[in-house]
């Protein structure tokens, strides 16, 4: 950047004091980022801080952002990387800290919206609630959208942030099942177990679910025969289904004989 861009990147940062965010008051683009315009040409804020104050840049480049925070314009918060590639592993790595961590003020936030079920011990959580899962909701921070001149939550499920928290985070590629109270609101952590995401699914209530515990056809036929795809299926209802196209076959040819 030459000095007058400098002089108008500077103008336009606020430094929030407790993150050390570099929070961007100027423009912002249709979708929440900083836009900063010069002579009609349209430029991203956190591009030019890069460029400026780490490296030049390459087209092919991406910039993401390890605080989360869209109007941030820290270069210490930003990475490049190439398109499709996400999160680099220092962004993953901060992300993961900001989530693990709760200091004292946040977990007497977290604590006051949790009530302890005496006879099951489930931590029920008396917060809000995700309206389609129907699982817990924290809020770990709030952004500010300059283009709307509003302020928004950035929510996590509640059991999540509990078992970070109190016991650490999951291994990488598993979920967190609610094992032993089947309680969507509970935020116990001692009531998690990570697992694969199928196996998950197998233990709910969902269709995939419901159809894996079958062991008989809706003829009450024993499903004994498994395909290469995995879809099960009772020998006799086979059978009778090849029974019956054979004889099918065989009616259409006859009929076509009587026509000729």
């Known amino acids: ?79 490049a990387h190439p398109q499709g590639q996400g999160l680099t592993e220092l962004a993953k790595e901060s992300i993961l800290t900001h989530e693990l961590h709760m200091d004292a003020s946040t977990l007497a936030r977290f604590m006051k919206y949790v009530s302890i079920e005496p006879n099951t011990g489930c931590w029920l959580w008396i917060g809000s609630l995700f309206q389609k899962s129907g699982y817990a909701r924290f809020s770990i921070g709030k952004h500010y959208m300059q283009a709307h001149r509003v302020s928004y939550k950035h929510y996590m499920q509640a059991h999540r942030v509990s078992y970070k928290h109190f016991i650490g985070p999951p291994p990488e590629g598993l979920v967190l099942d609610h094992e032993t109270c089947d309680t969507r609101c509970c935020v116990n952590p001692h009531h998690l177990k990570p697992k694969t995401i199928a196996a998950n699914v197998m233990r709910g209530t969902g269709p995939a679910a419901m159809n894996a515990r079958k062991t008989h056809c809706p003829k009450g036929h024993l499903y004994d025969i498994v395909r290469s795809n995995g879809v099960r299926e009772c020998r006799l209802c086979r059978n009778e289904a090849a029974v019956n196209r054979r004889r099918l076959r065989c009616n259409q040819v006859n009929s076509v004989d009587s026509e000729s």
Request: aromatic residues 6%.
């Open 1 to 79: 950047m030459d000095s007058r861009m400098l002089s108008l990147f500077d103008a336009r940062v606020s430094v929030e004091p407790n993150t050390g965010c570099w929070i961007w008051i100027g423009n912002v683009t249709s979708k929440g980022y900083p836009r900063l315009s010069s002579k009609k040409k349209d430029m991203s804020p956190a591009r030019l801080a890069l460029d400026h104050f780490v490296a030049p840049l390459s087209d092919d480049l991406v910039v993401s952002r390890t605080c989360q925070t869209e109007l941030c314009v820290n270069p210490d918060h930003l990475n």
